[in-house]
């Protein structure tokens, strides 16, 4: 389905692209970060938030943790402070490269088991799948981030896997 490579091409973009956001976004001040623009977690913090919560979750997941809703807690507030975001987004997004550089081939041959936050229900899925899901979740709402930046006046980077420096 896809390959280590492939995980390591994606962590690199996405420590690009989250980069370029975040750049974006400092041009912004905390009000019109935190705005609501109508994107379906409202504001641009907030959009931030979910990605790298959801980041934090998936990883532990691919790592196995079976339970990481119990050490992980979600917020689309926390961090509220902008510069305690970008120093947390810049070691997960180290995290993500980190495992990887790691990352075999046969890794991604197994399956991923997890429990959600109420525990209540096994959730097994193939590894590969897990990591796909780990990339394309963070494309889908930075795509969300570059538009309600675009639309404050920001300049992100253009979003294209080819333009990958």
Not at 45 to 58: Q, R, V
Not at 92 to 106: C, G, Q, T, V
Not at 136 to 159: D, I, S, Y
Request: net charge negative.
């Amino acid at each position: 389905m896809i390959s280590a490579e492939y995980c390591r091409l994606m962590a690199r973009y996405n420590t690009w692209q989250n980069a370029s956001l975040v750049t974006a976004a400092d041009g912004l001040t905390n009000v019109d970060r935190w705005k609501d623009r109508g994107a379906f977690f409202k504001s641009i913090a907030a959009t931030f938030n979910h990605i790298y919560w959801a980041d934090a979750l998936m990883l532990q997941r691919l790592k196995g943790n079976e339970r990481p809703e119990e050490t992980i807690k979600h917020s689309l507030t926390n961090p509220s402070d902008w510069d305690d975001f970008k120093m947390l987004r810049l070691r997960r997004n180290k995290e993500i490269e980190e495992w990887a550089a790691r990352l075999l081939d046969a890794d991604l041959n197994g399956m991923v088991i997890w429990y959600p936050g109420d525990g209540s229900t096994r959730i097994e899925k193939p590894t590969a799948l897990c990591a796909i899901e780990l990339f394309n979740h963070q494309t889908h709402h930075r795509g969300q981030l570059h538009a309600m930046l675009t639309a404050a006046g920001a300049e992100p980077e253009p979003t294209d896997l080819s333009m990958l420096p």
